[in-house]
């Protein structure tokens, strides 16, 4: 079974995820926290993190490769840490 997803890269617009430029495809919506949380709002860091599932879903395919090296473990590792400046 294949699963189909919206291509990449994906950008955060506000509360939307969206998807390439000329798609016009909204990946994702994000509730307005309002007054339900205690302590900063999570939509950043959320967005964040699904905007980046397709270079993460890549990621893993390099590294699952049989020829993956340690290029490919540092390209892992750049995308985690650009999820931990949020």
Known sequence: ????YTPGPWTVNGREIVGPDDSGVIVA???DWGILADG???????AAL???APAM??????LTHPMA?????EHALAI???LETI
Do not use: E, K, S
């Open 29 to 31: 919506r994000l509730p």
């Open 50 to 52: 699904i905007a980046a």
């Open 40 to 46: 900063p709002d999570p939509a950043p860091a959320n």
């Open 80 to 82: 985690i840490a650009g």
């Open 57 to 62: 879903l890549a990621a893993l395919q390099r």
């Open 1 to 4: 079974m294949t699963t189909t």
């Open 69 to 73: 090296d340690d290029t490919d473990v």
